[in-house]
């Protein structure tokens, strides 16, 4: 053993803090995305990315939501969408929303719900 204190270990977490991540900002420039949100690499990624805007688009190659990138990167989603603001900034990816269209078969399923604890 060394007579030095030790000053983290495995167990204590990321050394650089989420919110030193986004610079302390709790929004980016851009919409909100919503966690069901798909998001997709595009272009070819400049050199200079640090390495959570590389994992986001290696696990972007295919298109995945935004909740799905915030466990991949086990960050809190409010760090993945102001990074994912940032990038789509950058024009890095593409974010698209679910369709609105959806909105009628969502208002059928909850309907169904709401009959179904009824018949409880």
Do not use: C
């Not at 929303?97 to 018949?119: H, M, Q, T, Y």
Request: hydrophobic letters at 40%; glycine letters at 10%; charged letters at 25%.
């Amino acid at each position: 053993m060394s007579d030095s204190p030790q000053w983290f270990d495995e167990d204590a977490g990321p050394v650089v803090r989420p919110y030193a991540l986004i610079r302390g900002r709790t929004r980016s420039s851009g919409d909100a995305f919503d966690l069901v949100a798909t998001v997709r690499a595009i272009g070819d990624p400049p050199g200079e990315l640090g390495p959570e805007q590389q994992l986001i688009l290696r696990a972007a190659r295919n298109p995945i939501s935004v909740a799905d990138l915030a466990v991949e990167l086990d960050l809190p989603v409010g760090v993945v969408r102001v990074l994912l603001g940032d990038m789509r900034d950058h024009g890095l990816i593409s974010v698209s929303s679910p369709s609105s269209g959806g909105s009628r078969s969502n208002e059928r399923i909850l309907k169904e719900v709401i009959n179904g604890l009824r018949a409880l």
